[in-house]
Every structure is written in C-alpha cells, then in structure tokens.
C-alpha cells in the first residue's frame, strides 16, 4: 500500500514571520484525517525554527540538499546528521537547480543519497530530463542514469527507504505541466527499472511528480496509477493552493479505495 505525499520545496523563498504564519496556517486547515504524508522544506537557516512551530502537528520536515560527507573542515556545508538534530526526517537530493546551476552530478548525488539514508532520514531522488533531451527522445535513458546512479551506489534496497521524484526541468517554474499521461509513462519506466532489481521494493516506492503542480492540475495528476504524490516548488508558498493539492493527494486514495498496487 503506497500512501501519497504531498512535498513543498520552498526553495530559496520565505522568511521567519511569513514561514511561521504558513506553517500555523497549514496545520490548523489540514485535515488530520487525509491519508496523506505532508512534508515542508524551507532554507536551512529556517529548519531549526519550523520545527519548532511544528512540533507534534501533522506536517514534517525536510531539507532541500544536504552534504554528502559526515563532519569535518566544508566551509558552508551541512551534514545529514545535523539535519536530524534539528528535527528533519527527508532530505531531496539532486534537484534539477542543484545539478544545473552547481554541477552536481550523478555520483555526488547518489553519495548524497548514501549519507541521508545513513542518518536514518528518507532521500527524495529529483530525476528528470531537459526539454532537449525529450525532444530527442532520451527521456528513459536520463531519468535511468539518474536513477541507477543510486542504485549502482547503494543498492536497489536502498529504495525501500527512499522516495523519488520525477520532475521534467522543461516544466519546473514554467506553468508548463507534463500531461498525466506522459508523468505516468515516465513513472511507469522507473518503477519497472527497479523492479528489474526488486519488484517488492518496486512495488512499494513512492514516485511523486513535480513541475507547476496547482491545485487546479494536481488531482488529474494524481489519478494516474504510478502517481503517488508530488514536489510543488511555487505553488507549496501558498496555503490555499498548497492544502488544495494536499486534499487531491488524500482523495486520490480515498477513491480508488486503497494505494495502489
Ligand atoms: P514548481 O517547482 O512547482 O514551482 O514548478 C517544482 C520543483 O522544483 O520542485
């Protein structure tokens, strides 16, 4: 049974007063009985603080990278570690930004990956090709690279405690969404990558979409089969559309009466 979950990475947005007033909002509209797993990523230096005005509410933490080494002399780094003393439980590596604008590739991310998993936190593996690649035809053997990355590193087992997120860079911050059908072709592709490896962990892992999810889009989205959430950049900054496309997540379930498989 895969429950969905909704994730917001607020990237570099927000600030103590307005995060704090969306994280009271979020929590006194969500309703605790949506079966639905919300998390929220603000900047590092807010973590401390939002887990703080989280504390025992349904919404958890997560941070948007992490460094891939333990502790030691890495001006300007943060540890997996360190995001677990100050109340994270998810961490998203390889995000399109990161791999684009600070060149991080597919062997720093999946060593990332490692090191979240060590801490005892859940990755959440950002995959996705550019407009350029899909024109060309190489969505499967990008988003497989990125994905076997990991799994060369780590193992296919390591999925059994990770979750991954397909998010088309072409549709990422550009009000452009995948069509449901092409997010589920491409789902469909990475799940049954893993399955050549473990068809239970397969079975059970969480794939979410992201890129210009809404609440007007996210529950077309969210009906197809291998759809088990989603990654809201833009849209995760605003408590209305945010608890919108949390509902859709939560009826997701609700309607086919139980997570797929
Ligand atoms: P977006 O961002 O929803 O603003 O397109 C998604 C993401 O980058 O995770």
């Known amino acids: 049974m895969r429950r969905p979950v909704v994730a917001g990475n607020w990237k570099m947005h927000g600030s103590r007063s307005a995060n704090g007033a969306l994280l009271r909002e979020l929590e006194q509209r969500l309703n ?10 603000p900047p590092f230096v807010y973590l401390a603080d939002a887990a703080r005005t989280l504390d025992g509410g349904q919404i958890r933490l997560g941070a948007q990278d992490v460094c891939a080494e333990a502790t030691g002399a890495f001006t300007g780094q ?17 995000h399109s930004e990161r791999r684009r604008l600070y060149h991080e590739d597919d062997v720093l991310v999946a060593r990332k990956f490692a090191a979240v998993l060590h801490a005892g936190l859940t ?27 990991v799994t060369a590193m780590n193992g296919a087992a390591s999925f059994a405690s990770g979750i991954v997120a397909y998010e088309p860079v072409w549709a990422i911050g550009t009000g452009r969404t995948a069509s449901p059908q092409q997010a ?12 050549a490896q ?23 989205i969210f009906s197809m089969p291998d759809v088990d959430g989603g990654l809201v950049g833009g849209a995760s900054l605003s408590a ?3 608890l919108k496309i949390c509902e859709a997540a939560a009826q997701r379930e609700t309607v086919s009466g139980t997570v797929r498989p």
Not at 123 to 149: D, F, I, K, M, Y
Not at 198 to 220: P, Q
């Open 32 to 41: 605790p009985e949506w079966p639905v797993d919300v998390v929220v990523f």
């Open 78 to 94: 943060v540890s997996a570690s360190m995001l677990k003393d100050v109340g994270c439980r998810y961490v998203i590596v390889g």
């Open 123 to 149: 990755p959440v593996l950002c995959v996705g090709e550019t407009l350029e690649e899909r024109e060309n035809h190489h969505t499967e053997s990008v988003v497989a690279r990125q994905l076997e990355a």
């Open 184 to 195: 589920q072709a491409v789902h469909a592709y990475l799940r049954s990558r893993i399955a």
């Open 198 to 220: 473990d068809a239970n962990i397969a079975g059970h892992l969480r794939i979410l979409y992201g890129g210009s999810v809404k609440g007007g889009n996210a529950a077309e």
């Open 240 to 242: 209305d559309e945010f």
